[in-house]
């Protein structure tokens, strides 16, 4: 199943232009933690509230969140712009890439 990031992630051709585009506000981000406690396996879910995190300069909470969805089944995501990707290779180029996240 492929799940679209609401949120909007947003991939270009190559990896290394990943940026997020998650809320910043506590209201927005305590709604993309309620979403994520629906399903906590839910990989996409857990992704969108790490990028709320590291939107919001909560790095150390974005960190852990992609180590969790790392743990998940990969799942296929659609980035805003129609591209696919996959979960894992999601979080493991926001904690390779951001070094504040990968130090934490």
Known sequence: M????ALGLVAAASLSTVAVAAPRSADAIRSVEASAQVDPRDGGAQIELANAYARAGRSGEAATVYRRALTLDNVMLETRTGDS???HQV????LASATVLAAR
Do not use: K, N
Request: aromatic share 10%; no cysteine; charged share 20%.
């Open 85 to 87: 990707i996959w979960s």
């Open 91 to 94: 979080a493991r180029h926001m």
């Open 2 to 5: 492929i799940r679209t990031l």
